[in-house]
Nanobody, 127 residues
Framework: QVQLVESGGGLVQAGDSLRLSCAASGHTISNYDMAWFRQPPGKERAFVTAVTWTGNSTYYADSVKARFTISRDNAKNTVFLQMNSLKPEDTAVYYC????????????????????WGQGTQVTVTS
């Protein structure tokens, strides 16, 4: 079992930056594909970004490309989401997710691909 705990959310103004953290416990994340999803008020959870277990590949939703960066620190068992140039439409609960990486073929943009989820952290961006 992998337990994930997100932190770093908050209330910011448009144009500001935030860095979210996802701390894992129960198992090392070095063999897990990791991702961030978000769920705006009244909407479904949607893919934001993912990084493969090797760290060799990253994927981003079009809406966050060039503004958000995912990174992983396996030594700290933590995944980060650096969010720059935030917009009001980035307002959402942000969730961290994990799925076993080696010998697994999944579509990392799908919520159904992931076995483990955090409880979420709220990000609110005002105009």
């Amino acid at each position: 079992q992998v337990q994930l705990v997100e932190s770093g959310g908050g209330l910011v103004q448009a144009g500001d930056s935030l860095r979210l953290s996802c701390a894992a416990s129960g198992h090392t994340i070095s063999n897990y594909d990791m991702a961030w999803f978000r769920q705006p008020p009244g909407k479904e959870r949607a893919f934001v970004t993912a990084v493969t277990w090797t760290g060799n590949s990253t994927y981003y939703a079009d809406s966050v490309k060039a503004r958000f960066t995912i990174s992983r620190d396996n030594a700290k068992n933590t995944v980060f989401l650096q969010m720059n140039s935030l917009k009001p439409e980035d307002t959402a609960v942000y969730y961290c997710a994990a799925v076993w990486g080696p010998e697994t073929t999944v579509v990392l943009t799908l919520t159904s691909a992931y076995d483990y989820w955090g409880q979420g952290t709220q990000v609110t961006v005002t105009s």
